[in-house]
């Protein structure tokens, strides 16, 4: 039995696509556990780019199974456009996809609301997605949300529907002062479960029985580390968890089938929407390398906010992931840099913490402390050998799984699959 998982060590948008795309060629199941279409994994694939926001993107290779797990919430909506975005790239998914009837379901109100609710913050907002992922997630645990499985009853998808519109509508006029527009809501989401009805089934025994069967899994995480609703800079989060243990309750897998875990990380931090940032550069630095490194947001298009590496953000993600081995991607980025900057401890009013701030108050009042590093000024994009690396980044990489105390098993130089360095002796590769 194989099975690892693969999660953000960041704020997100590590380049986790890319990794389990390079990984899946040696797993026989893909599984996602948790987020929804606010996801977005970017893979190069056949020479065209692939952003894959809800379909796990092992899809991409040939004879792979890729599974959505209980812990994703899905918009059918979404799900039909990848397909046909899959299709139009000749890329059959008959027989390969599979879509629990336990994940929960968004729908149009879940986005207006959202919407809504964002802007009654004013200046205070999260900075969502306004993908309707939040409110999919509090009808969840509310206990009034509509599963994927009821799309194919529909008797009771109906039944369902109308009495949580009923509520929802009154909530919207109460709030926000707007009715919901839900006309024709029940017979488009009825015809969107007709289309993906072939997929949907018992994601937890499918993947079990695949374990028992001696098959490999890969499980497939969403957002980063500092995003999780219970250990990332709450409230300024994501709504599900997206640490490694969402492998288990996204996917119904027992924590004893999980063999590793693979943490991703940049070479450097960025960050999304609103929220503490200890680390962040400067203006001037922030648009160069944001600049080098392409950071927009592969769903958004939102520019994201960069600074340096935090080895002390990252030594939590560790412990909490229980991390076993380290991808680090965009190595590249730094070709031209001449000093490098890598926090590696955090300072607060004076005093140096030994643990992450609980509160995102403190976290944003921290003083990073840097330690300064020479930059390589030499090219490593599409490097596929660590014997080819300036001895610069070599020094860096090692300064960073030395203070960590875990291995660097994977090296991306590039977005390319081919830009890729599997780290020999490495517990990583003992898995290709």
């Not at 960069?306 to 680090?328: F, H, K, M, P, Q």
Request: some cysteine.
């Amino acid at each position: 039995m194989k099975s690892i998982v693969v999660v953000g060590a960041q704020w997100g948008d590590e380049g986790k696509g890319k990794v389990v795309d390079y990984l899946a060629a040696s797993f026989d199941y893909i599984a996602r556990c948790a987020g929804g279409h606010n996801a977005g994994h970017t893979v190069i694939y056949n020479d065209s780019r692939f952003v894959l926001q809800l379909i796990p993107c092992g899809i991409l290779r040939p004879g792979k199974h890729a599974v959505i797990g209980s812990g994703v919430v899905v918009d059918p909506a979404a799900l039909a456009a990848e397909l046909d975005t899959l299709a139009k790239s000749g890329i059959d998914v008959t027989g390969r996809l599979h879509l629990s009837n336990r994940a929960h379901l968004i729908f149009p109100y879940h986005r207006q609301m959202e919407k809504a609710a964002e802007a009654a913050r004013g200046a205070g907002k999260i900075g969502t997605t306004s993908r309707g992922i939040g409110p999919a997630y509090e009808d969840k645990m509310a206990r009034h949300g509509i599963r994927v499985g009821d799309l194919l009853n529909s008797e009771r998808f109906r039944e369902k529907l109308e009495r949580v519109i009923s509520e929802k509508d009154a909530v919207c006029r109460a709030t926000y002062g707007v009715p919901l527009d839900t006309a024709g809501l029940a017979e488009q989401y009825l015809a969107l479960g007709e289309r993906i009805r072939p997929l949907i089934g018992d994601s937890s025994e499918l993947i079990n029985d695949a374990l028992d069967a001696g098959k490999s899994v890969l499980f497939e995480g969403a957002q980063g580390t500092m995003l999780d609703i219970d250990f990332g800079t709450y409230p300024f989060v994501t709504s599900s968890n997206a640490i490694s243990g969402g492998a288990c309750t996204g996917l119904g897998v027992g924590p004893t089938r999980i063999n590793a875990v693979a943490g991703v990380t940049k070479a450097y931090t960025t960050r999304v929407g609103s929220g503490p940032f200890p680390t962040e550069m400067p203006d001037l630095e922030a648009t160069e390398l944001r600049a080098r490194g392409k950071e927009y947001g592969a769903v958004t298009g939102r520019p994201r906010r960069c600074g340096w590496l935090d080895l002390a953000e990252l030594r939590y993600a560790v412990r909490i992931n229980g991390i076993t081995s380290l991808v680090v991607t965009k190595l590249d980025v730094f070709d031209t840099q001449k000093e490098i900057q890598v926090c590696t401890g955090y300072r607060y009013k004076g005093t140096p913490l030994k643990e992450m701030p609980a509160a995102a108050e403190d976290l944003a009042e921290v003083t990073p402390e840097y330690r300064t590093l020479p930059g390589w000024q030499s090219d490593t994009y599409g490097v596929q050998d660590a014997a080819k690396l300036p001895r610069a980044a070599t020094d860096y990489l090692k300064f960073i799984a030395d203070f960590l105390g875990v291995e660097i098993g994977m090296i991306s130089t590039g977005p390319e699959r081919d830009a890729t360095i599997v780290c020999a002796g490495t517990e990583l590769a003992s898995w290709i």
